[in-house]
């Protein structure tokens, strides 16, 4: 497909009223049905929207839901243990977004009667909520005519103008193309055309609903090489021992409160090294940001006298565990 010329004047008037008519008539053809667009609650809205940060779509469902049984109020979330919490989101990784979570909760009771804010600059001053994610709240639930920028969003704007759009930049154009009648839902369907046909690889530029309005109509060129991954290989314990005939006990370990990562929450004991001639339980692959990880893990080799605490199997799914630790003991089927 022949690449068109960078298109002048585009953000005229006309270009944002085609821009956005065609991209909300798709997205109110083909979105995606979502748990959390069943319900414009900003509670349900707030919930989905620190989850899915950083975080895949299909990971999220589940903990979404889940998480609401636990939780179903801001008043229920706010009343909890911090230890409850960590438990509720473990899995999803990034903890200090379920640690920030409940201290807002707690401001939301405290200081707003158990209502949440209904501007974004409002919205903004609660722990753990930055510019975009008060941006979605806003829009979504209270209508607020403010635009959201995301890794998708900035993909998508980037693309249609050609240009390199960083920092403030990036925020004008969004606010400027925004249909503010319908600003929660032009915000979704931006994003929603990021992480479905204007993927960072290989766009899917003939399902594009605004394909002929697009600089690019496809990658734009590259600034630079992406970040090498780095490789490693890491080793832990796995100690089991029954109580009796119908379940056990696990061994786990807790990282330490001023940990930088993850602090206070509970693990396997890793191992420094194996010498051992056997072979592994078994072996896993797991990778954080640019580091992809080799993980074997071994029955046996860590004393509870040293460290940790055996943990009864029926026990772990209240237990905040890193996502590494469930991913270990879901592969020994004891999650």
């Given at each position: 497909?022949?690449k068109p010329?960078s298109i002048?004047?585009?953000l005229?008037n006309?270009?944002?009223?085609?821009?956005?008519?065609s991209l909300l008539?798709w997205?109110?053809?083909?979105?995606?049905?979502?748990?959390?667009r069943a319900?414009r609650?900003p509670?349900?809205?707030?919930l989905?929207?620190i989850?899915l940060?950083q975080?895949r779509?299909?990971?999220?469902?589940?903990?979404?839901?889940n998480f609401l049984?636990?939780?179903?109020?801001?008043?229920?979330?706010a009343?909890?243990?911090?230890?409850?919490?960590l438990?509720?989101w473990?899995?999803l990784?990034?903890?200090?977004?379920?640690?920030?979570?409940?201290?807002?909760?707690?401001?939301?009771?405290?200081e707003h009667?158990?209502k949440f804010?209904a501007?974004?600059?409002k919205?903004?001053?609660?722990?753990?909520?930055?510019?975009?994610t008060?941006?979605?709240?806003?829009?979504?639930?209270?209508?607020?005519?403010?635009a959201?920028?995301?890794?998708?969003v900035?993909?998508?704007?980037?693309?249609?103008?050609?240009?390199?759009l960083a920092?403030?930049e990036l925020?004008t154009?969004a606010?400027?193309?925004?249909?503010?009648?319908?600003p929660g839902d032009?915000?979704?369907a931006?994003?929603?055309?990021?992480?479905?046909a204007c993927?960072?690889?290989?766009p899917?530029c003939?399902t594009?609903?605004?394909?002929?309005?697009?600089?690019?109509?496809?990658e734009?060129?590259?600034a630079g090489?992406?970040?090498r991954?780095?490789k490693?290989?890491?080793?832990?314990?796995?100690?089991?021992r029954?109580?009796?005939i119908?379940d056990?006990?696990?061994l786990l370990?807790?990282?330490a409160g001023d940990?930088?990562l993850?602090p206070?929450?509970?693990?396997?004991?890793?191992?420094?090294?194996?010498n051992?001639?056997?072979?592994?339980?078994?072996t896993l692959?797991h990778?954080?940001?640019?580091t992809?990880?080799?993980?074997?893990?071994?029955?046996?080799?860590?004393?509870?006298?040293?460290?940790g605490?055996?943990?009864?199997?029926?026990?772990?799914g209240?237990?905040?565990l890193?996502?590494?630790?469930?991913?270990?003991?879901?592969k020994a089927?004891?999650?």
């Open positions: 497909m022949k010329q002048p004047g585009l005229s006309s270009h944002r009223r085609r821009f956005r008519r008539a997205y109110d053809r083909h979105r995606r049905d979502l748990p959390w319900s609650d509670y349900c809205v707030w989905s929207e989850m940060q975080t779509v299909a990971a999220v469902i589940e903990h979404y839901r049984r636990r939780f179903p109020t801001v008043q229920k979330l009343a909890a243990r911090e230890a409850s919490v438990a509720a473990s899995g990784g990034y903890y200090r977004r379920a640690r920030m979570m409940h201290a807002a909760a707690k401001v939301i009771v405290r009667g158990g804010p501007s974004e600059e919205l903004r001053a609660l722990p753990g909520i930055g510019r975009y008060a941006a979605a709240i806003a829009s979504i639930a209270f209508d607020e005519p403010v959201v920028v995301d890794g998708n900035e993909r998508v704007l980037q693309r249609q103008s050609g240009k390199r920092g403030e925020w154009w606010n400027r193309l925004l249909e503010a009648k319908r032009f915000n979704q931006m994003m929603e055309l990021g992480a479905v993927t960072p690889r290989a899917l003939l594009c609903p605004v394909v002929e309005m697009c600089a690019t109509r496809g734009l060129a590259s090489k992406p970040a991954q780095k490693r290989e890491i080793h832990y314990a796995l100690n089991y029954n109580r009796d119908r056990g006990e696990v370990v807790q990282r940990a930088s993850m206070g929450m509970w693990e396997l004991p890793e191992l420094a090294s194996t051992d001639e056997r072979s592994p339980a078994f692959r990778s954080i940001t640019v992809d990880y080799t993980v074997r893990v071994w029955r046996g080799g860590a004393s509870s006298r040293e460290f605490k055996w943990i009864p199997v029926e026990r772990l209240k237990v905040a890193t996502g590494l630790a469930r991913k270990i003991l879901r089927e004891m999650l």
